[in-house]
């Protein structure tokens, strides 16, 4: 993997860990969650800037269904780190409280449960996009044997089962589409076990996009065969 990617990768895990600990609002209390929020802005930001390459791309050449599918993923994540970011400085009472912004705190409220929500999970899919070539980059290089592999598949299926247990019990769908506007906070949940829960709905996002994009590579290849 080159040094770009290399970073660029590294963004976007910093960023879906920052955003786990976003949703852990309970644990860590207002002032802190505001400027863990503050990191994700400069982590957000810089990722763009490493991207601009990207941008500048986006009216060159082909749109393959792999293309179209990488560019569908990136820009709902956008629109979700877009909405989080706008909606956490409205409605900041400590590290942006000196802005002078008045009003709009309805709607800062619904677009910070939706980018919170959907955010975590775009990033998870975002990730799971690009996890071919870091498995081929440091994976594969240290689990060569079949059957460590074939351990490693089945150890992902039952994370990726966990998480859409973790999905259901944890209402993300009630959040997702605002039926909602309050978040059930547990202040007394145990720390270990929502870091499992999360890591797990990560990992099932990583699942889906990781195997889904094996699945539109594959049906591309069948189609420029079937044409031949």
Do not use: D
């Given at each position: 993997?080159?040094?770009?990617?290399?970073i660029k990768w590294t963004l976007d895990v910093l960023m879906t860990i920052v955003l786990f600990f976003l949703l852990g609002y309970q644990f860590?209390?207002?002032?802190?969650?505001?400027?863990?929020?503050?990191?994700?802005?400069?982590?957000?930001?810089?990722?763009?800037?490493?991207?601009?390459?990207?941008?500048?791309?986006?009216?060159?050449?082909?749109?393959?269904?792999?293309?179209?599918?990488?560019?569908?993923?990136?820009?709902?994540?956008?629109?979700?780190?877009?909405?989080?970011?706008?909606?956490?400085?409205?409605?900041?009472?400590?590290?942006?409280?000196?802005?002078?912004?008045?009003?709009?705190?309805?709607?800062?409220?619904?677009?910070?449960?939706?980018?919170?929500?959907?955010?975590?999970?775009?990033?998870?899919?975002?990730?799971?996009?690009?996890?071919?070539?870091?498995?081929?980059?440091?994976?594969?290089?240290?689990?060569?044997?079949?059957?460590?592999?074939?351990?490693?598949?089945?150890?992902?299926?039952?994370?990726?089962?966990?998480?859409?247990?973790?999905?259901?019990?944890?209402?993300?769908?009630?959040?997702?589409?605002?039926?909602?506007?309050f978040v059930f906070l547990d202040y007394g949940e145990s720390r270990l076990l929502f870091l499992g829960d999360y890591f797990a709905l990560m990992g099932l996002c990583i699942f889906i996009a990781h195997y889904?994009?094996?699945?539109?590579?594959?049906?591309?290849?069948?189609?420029?065969?079937?044409?031949?």
């Open positions: 993997m080159k040094t770009k990617a290399k860590w209390g207002e002032k802190a969650h505001e400027w863990i929020g503050a990191g994700m802005l400069v982590l957000f930001i810089t990722h763009q800037v490493y991207n601009l390459n990207w941008y500048k791309s986006l009216f060159r050449g082909r749109y393959s269904p792999m293309r179209i599918l990488h560019c569908l993923i990136n820009a709902l994540t956008l629109a979700a780190m877009l909405a989080l970011m706008y909606s956490g400085i409205v409605m900041s009472r400590h590290v942006f409280a000196f802005l002078p912004i008045q009003g709009g705190m309805a709607l800062a409220r619904r677009l910070h449960i939706l980018g919170s929500y959907w955010g975590y999970l775009l990033m998870g899919l975002h990730l799971g996009l690009h996890w071919g070539t870091v498995w081929n980059a440091v994976l594969k290089k240290n689990i060569r044997h079949r059957k460590y592999q074939i351990a490693g598949i089945i150890i992902s299926l039952l994370i990726a089962a966990y998480g859409v247990y973790v999905f259901i019990k944890r209402n993300f769908l009630t959040y997702m589409f605002l039926r909602s506007e889904g994009a094996k699945l539109v590579r594959w049906a591309g290849t069948g189609r420029k065969a079937g044409g031949q």
